[in-house]
């Protein structure tokens, strides 16, 4: 086990210098002069030349990467340009958001999905399973930054069950701790201000949930079909074994394999889907920090989101690997 | 007494003689699913084909006194803020939405196909150096990468396509690096090159067209994606500029007449779901037509 991880750890090595070089590279590759572009036109000469100097941007390219590999792995992401804060100062509030999203819709999407697939494969061509499964075909077709604004119509403006935007009451804000409010809240014993920041996550939970949820279902159902055929199945229901307990006991356990592969998939998938859903809901997290970073050409920001992203991701995928060796040995030596 | 046994008939093997394009289409008809996808994109093929016979206005005819009017016969989806008629403008957004979705596939395909040959094909340190680079691209999420690469290039329709050619050439190299793998191993290759016939060659006349099938698969499906990936980046600001009638461009302005003028953004939305549930459930049929070995 521990030689299989060692392996995976090892190839991740090339892989995330990659990722730094090409995230290295979008400043550089900029067309034309990048500190022009990103002061503007009408910048002093004096501005242009402070900022080349704080970028590196005199230095042959390949000292420019190691000064920058240096800074990484002393923890130093850079400095916003238009904050003037450091950017691993500022970041953590961001990604905590990203992280309390993350977490409700897969959670969602892990809970109905999975039901849902299992009562398809349980009443496989009843009105239950056509009804999912179409549901579970527009759902993996649907494009969440419609789905967020039609919700935050529908059930927002029009009924007013939820609010709109952000992430807590502004009138009655969040005392951050751990900047995850859901358990900040819980920690501080301010049950009525969890239960406002879970009514916040529940449109943009639900958006960004969709397309996993519909996968997962997909897949439960195709997986416990196959299972529910098998010999030992028969055998317990034979011995008059609860239908109940035959799907959720017996078949269950050996149709999660590939629902584990899915929801590992998906778990990873969510951080790029978590840049439009908190676009549309006005939620502070990761990927408005990027957008935001976009929209004025704050590119050390752009830069550093972007690698602590695709890093969560990669690390996220490296979990699931493990998690597969740990369920399925077979992997291990394939 | 027992019944005399029935005469056997004998077995017809017609089909057996079928081009394998014939066997694949008489497959993917008896998929009901399918061919309600490929009709959906027919559909939206024909309508982005005979958009300017079909809208009744122009992309940008403005009539300011008839803005935020909600469908009726005259207006069938409604005008938006500055009083175009949005009919015309979904309309019109299916031939860019199409022609983007379209173009970054074939891009991608190009690269990734050419990529994953070679890597395939001469393996070492070729293959090292390719495969590496493609697993580097996929540790991105996908429209993280897309959103870098327009953040380097420039907020455009032109660029948002590049963007996503960009992002979907490792899944096209893998797919066709895998595929070459099993191919170069085949007696007819082996007899190419005995033969003494060039890599070039045995490559774009031997190798490509028998690893062809999962490229028009992943195709099919790709499009889906890079149809919304277009639109999703369109959403974001970073695709079409206004006043392109882009799907997603149209769904960002709507946010702003939100409860005024929810049409403004029910029917672009409605439009990406339409045509990429076409593409998917065309895609899926096609993978299960012409490579069941392929089917989830």
Redesign the interface.
């Given at each position: 086990m521990l030689q299989y991880i060692m392996r995976r750890l090892l190839q991740l090595i090339?892989?995330?210098l990659?990722?730094t070089f090409?995230?290295f590279?979008?400043i550089r590759?900029?067309?034309g002069d990048p500190a022009v572009v990103i002061l503007g036109q009408q910048a002093t000469e004096e501005a242009v030349a402070a900022l080349r100097e704080s970028l590196g941007l005199n230095n042959p390219w390949y000292i420019q990467y190691f000064e920058y590999l240096k800074n990484l792995f002393t923890g130093d992401l850079g400095q916003s340009i238009r904050t003037r804060t450091a950017v691993n100062e500022e970041i953590w509030p961001y990604l905590a958001a990203t992280f309390e999203l993350s977490i409700f819709a897969i959670v969602i999407a892990v809970v109905i999905g999975v039901n849902a697939g299992i009562i398809s494969a349980w009443f496989q061509n009843s009105w239950f399973d056509y009804t999912a499964m179409v549901l579970a075909?527009?759902g993996?077709?649907?494009?969440i930054?419609?789905?967020g604004?039609?919700m935050?119509?529908q059930f927002s403006?029009q009924w007013d069950w939820l609010p709109t935007t952000g992430r807590e009451n502004v009138r009655d804000p969040v005392n951050a701790i751990t900047n995850l409010y859901v358990l900040d809240t819980i920690i501080q014993g301010r049950f009525d201000q969890t239960v406002d920041v879970l009514r916040h996550l529940v449109m943009p939970g639900l958006a960004l949930a969709t397309i996993p949820m519909a996968i997962i279902a997909r897949?439960t159902r195709?997986s416990m079909l196959e299972v529910m055929k098998s010999d030992y199945i028969r055998t317990a229901r034979a011995k008059g074994e609860k239908m109940f307990w035959v799907v959720y006991k017996h078949s269950l356990k050996n149709a999660v394999i590939p629902v584990l592969t899915v929801i590992g998939l998906q778990t990873?998938?969510l951080?790029?889907?978590a840049?439009?859903t908190e676009?549309?809901f006005g939620l502070p997290g990761i990927g408005r920090y990027?957008?935001e970073a976009?929209?004025s050409r704050d590119?050390p920001v752009?830069q550093s989101g972007?690698l602590v992203?695709?890093f969560i991701?990669?690390m996220i995928n490296l979990i699931v690997d493990i998690l597969y060796s740990i369920v399925d040995p077979r992997i291990r030596y394939s | 007494m027992a019944e005399p046994a029935k005469q056997l008939e004998p077995v017809q093997h017609q089909d057996e003689t079928l081009p394998p394009w014939k066997e694949a289409w008489r497959n993917f008809k008896k998929n009901k699913?399918a061919i309600v996808g490929l009709s959906i994109v027919t559909f939206f093929i024909i309508v982005a084909i005979f958009a300017p016979w079909i809208a009744p206005e122009g992309i940008n005819d403005q009539k300011l006194s008839e803005r935020l009017q909600a469908p009726s016969s005259e207006y069938w989806f409604g005008t938006d803020d500055f009083g175009r008629d949005i009919f015309s403008r979904v309309v019109h957004g299916a031939r860019i939405s199409l022609w983007v979705g379209f173009l970054a596939v074939v891009g991608s395909a190009v690269v990734g196909s050419t990529l994953g040959i070679i890597a395939g094909y001469y393996g070492r340190w070729v293959d090292t150096i390719i495969s590496?680079?493609f697993?580097?691209?996929l540790?991105?999420?996908?429209?993280?990468l897309a959103?870098?690469v327009v953040?380097?290039?420039g907020p455009s329709l032109r660029n948002a396509l590049i963007a996503i050619a960009i992002i979907n050439v490792p899944n096209f190299g893998r797919l066709i690096r895998s595929k070459v793998l099993s191919v170069k191993e085949e007696e007819y290759i082996m007899a190419a090159r005995a033969i003494g016939m060039s890599d070039f060659r045995i490559l774009f006349s031997h190798v490509l067209p028998n690893s062809m099938t999962p490229i028009i698969v992943q195709g099919s499906l790709a499009i889906?994606t890079a149809i919304?990936e277009a639109?999703?980046l369109g959403?974001?600001?970073?695709g079409a500029q206004a006043p392109q009638p882009e799907w997603?461009a149209m769904?960002s302005a709507?946010?702003s007449f939100?409860?005024q003028a929810?049409w403004t953004?029910?029917f672009?939305?409605?439009a990406?779901?339409l045509v990429?549930?076409g593409f998917?459930?065309m895609g899926d049929g096609l993978r299960d037509a012409l490579d069941p070995k392929m089917k989830?």
């Open positions: 090339p892989v995330l990659g990722m090409i995230v590279l979008i590759a900029i067309p075909l527009i993996v077709s649907m494009p930054f419609w789905l604004l039609m935050q119509y403006l897949m195709s990873g998938l951080l790029g889907g840049i439009l676009t549309i990027i957008y976009i929209s590119y752009i972007i992203v695709a991701f990669v | 699913i590496r680079l697993d580097i691209m540790a991105f999420p996908s429209i993280l959103i870098a953040s380097i290039l889906a919304i639109a999703a959403f974001l600001g970073l997603g769904l709507s946010r939100l409860i929810p953004m029910f672009p939305g409605l990406i779901m990429v549930l998917n459930l989830t």
